[in-house]
């Protein structure tokens, strides 16, 4: 009897013991999960607490250039002269030119980018009720494009078949082949290593170029988007506009801000580490403003081309803003950013975000009225 008893009372004993360390266990576990959410927090805290006072620098002004560049004086001439019949509306500019498969957005070695993925994220234009210009040499995408395009008025799209064979950019393929072909060339895929991918990025400037000089616009802004950039929203289904971001710089061009600038790096550093400061999928700005930049852009890419070196738009933007750069941009940038390091798309989606915030305001007041009948 004595013995039994001993027994129960040391099982007993164990197992209140053993309750003890697992609820132990649990309080060390959820303060280790707490300190881990604490450090990634005051982490992205930090980012955000860094000075980047990059936005509160004055627009530089491209007045005087009405004077000496004739090409802009009439792009603005035009501006002023139709401002009461032009929409304030932004019209976008996109492009498709298939490159193949892509070594790009892989993930543990597997996937890339496919031309089937690009088509499946150009649905997304079939919901943007802005007027858009697509260029493009594939007769699918025309299809695609005209068929997502449909309930809108017909003079919101514009389909531009345009071969790549006479593009100033693709024109640049031999030359950045054998810039990346030199011995010890940063090898980062694609950047460094696919020539048409590099040349495609060229093509966004060339083509924003060519609408703002042949007038293939009726708005006061202007946008280059790539097909890829609202990719997250594929699966959405509402119509929205795509509309200036807020607080806006009329002198500047709007961009998303991956990184914080650092003015000390040299042309080369920016490729060999594959540096970037802006995500290129998407810049808007005024017609004037915007063509001045693409001008820029193209002679910083002949002179980055002239010294051997070549990548794509993210670097060329981020060399030809160095100050040690010879050709020095007549215009800014105007960044938007969380300062997460992964604002790639940023700008994109902030103006989205602004539309639906607007939409869900306006359904609860809906519901509410609907509540009173
Ligand atoms: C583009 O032009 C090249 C040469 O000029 C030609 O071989 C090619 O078939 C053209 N492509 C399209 C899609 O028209
Ligand atoms: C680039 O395009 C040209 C012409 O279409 C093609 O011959 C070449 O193989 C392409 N280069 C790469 C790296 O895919």
Not at 83 to 90: A, G, N, T, Y
Not at 93 to 102: Q, S
Not at 241 to 269: E, V
Request: proline share 5%.
């Amino acid at each position: 009897m004595n013995k039994c008893y001993c027994f129960f009372s040391r099982r007993y004993g164990s197992r209140i013991m053993e309750s003890e360390r697992s609820i132990n266990r649990l309080i060390l576990l959820i303060v280790i999960l707490g300190l881990v959410y604490f450090c990634y927090c005051f982490y992205y805290a930090t980012l955000r607490w860094q000075e980047d006072d990059w936005n509160s620098k004055p627009a530089k002004k491209i007045d005087h250039l009405y004077l000496t560049d004739p090409d802009v004086k009439a792009i603005h001439e035009r501006m002023v002269a139709q401002d009461s019949r032009l929409s304030s509306e932004i019209t976008i500019v996109t492009a498709y030119y298939n490159l193949g498969n892509l070594n790009k957005g892989k993930k543990l070695g597997l996937g890339g980018y496919t031309p089937e993925q690009y088509k499946n994220w150009m649905s997304v234009f079939g919901r943007i009720d802005n007027p858009l210009i697509v260029f493009t040499d594939s007769q699918d995408v025309i299809d695609i494009f005209t068929e997502s395009r449909r309930h809108f008025e017909p003079e919101r799209t514009k389909i531009v078949p345009l071969n790549r064979t006479s593009l100033w950019a693709f024109s640049l393929a031999p030359r950045i082949k054998e810039i990346f072909s030199l011995p010890g060339y940063p090898s980062h895929d694609p950047n460094t290593v696919n020539e048409n991918y590099s040349c495609v990025m060229h093509a966004k400037f060339e083509l924003v170029s060519k609408v703002i000089k042949e007038n293939m616009f009726f708005t006061k802004y202007i946008s280059w988007l790539d097909i890829g950039l609202y990719r997250a929203i594929v699966s959405e289904k509402h119509i929205f506009p795509i509309r200036l971001p807020p607080g806006f710089d009329q002198d500047k061009i709007a961009y998303s801000g991956q990184h914080k600038f650092d003015s000390t790096l040299s042309p080369y550093q920016i490729i060999e580490e594959d540096k970037t400061w802006v995500g290129g999928a998407m810049f808007l700005g005024r017609p004037e403003v915007v063509y001045v930049y693409t001008q820029d852009y193209m002679r910083s890419v002949e002179k980055l081309l002239s010294e051997k070196m070549m990548s794509t738009d993210q670097q060329v933007i981020y060399i030809m803003f160095q100050p040690s750069f010879p050709i020095q941009p007549r215009v800014d940038i105007q960044i938007y950013t969380t300062h997460s390091t992964d604002d790639w798309f940023y700008l994109g989606y902030t103006i989205k975000e602004t539309w639906d915030f607007h939409l869900r305001k306006t359904a609860s007041l809906l519901k509410f009225l609907h509540s009173l009948l």
